[in-house]
């Protein structure tokens, strides 16, 4: 069984369960953490896998917004 990969646009990890699971127009999308699943609300939510990188990636992706 290969491990999906979460979800999250910012977010190449692995995902081995499906502890977090959230459903959009009847498509399972499966996210590493809780705050991937919440598409890192408040601005910024560190992603809470290890090894995520998403975190860092939004806020550069921010930086070079502005």
């Known amino acids: 069984m290969n491990p999906q990969t979460c979800a999250c646009p910012h977010c190449d990890c692995a ?6 699971l ?8 499966i996210y590493c953490c809780e705050a991937c699943m919440q598409r890192h609300p408040k601005g910024m939510l560190q992603c809470q896998s290890a090894g ?15």
């Open 52 to 66: 995520c990188d998403c975190g860092e990636r939004m806020e550069r992706e921010r930086d070079l917004m502005s």
């Open 15 to 20: 995902v081995q369960s499906r502890e977090w």
């Open 22 to 29: 959230h459903e959009v127009a009847g498509d399972d999308l």
